[in-house]
């Protein structure tokens, strides 16, 4: 049963960095490409960036494009988002999922969520 457990959320200040981690389970990267979703309150939830398993090329919003990169541990079977120059309108509650992952966007896929990790960017 595939599973996603992200961690690494806190409170940073504007500017600051943080890396989110996103355990995945039950599929590998041959399979599925995955993904970062965030929620911001009182706003839908949007696309952040992605890795696809296919070609193995990350894809990035445009708000994150240059601060926000993926990483991909094959050993650990994790993915993370390290993200740098952070702002407030970064906050939100991060989710990974799988998804499909292309040059243009990424959408969720086979509705698979993890719990969610809460990022807060404030002074």
């Known amino acids: 049963q595939a599973q996603l457990v992200e961690s690494g959320g806190g409170l940073v200040q504007p500017g600051g960095s943080l890396t989110l981690s996103c355990v995945y389970s039950?599929?590998?990267?041959?399979?599925?490409?995955i993904g970062w979703f965030r929620q911001a309150p009182g706003k839908e939830r949007e696309g952040v960036a992605c890795f696809s398993g296919g070609t193995g090329s990350p894809y990035y919003e445009d708000s994150v494009e240059g601060r926000f990169a993926i990483a991909i541990d094959n050993a650990k079977n994790t993915m993370f988002l390290q993200m740098n120059s952070l702002k407030p309108e970064d906050t939100g509650v991060y989710y990974c999922?799988?998804?499909?992952?292309?040059?243009?966007?990424?959408?969720?896929?086979?509705?698979?969520w993890g719990q969610g990790t809460q990022v807060i960017v404030s002074s």
């Open positions: 039950g599929f590998t990267l041959d399979d599925e490409s």
């Open positions: 999922a799988t998804v499909i992952c292309t040059v243009v966007g990424l959408w969720a896929d086979d509705d698979i």
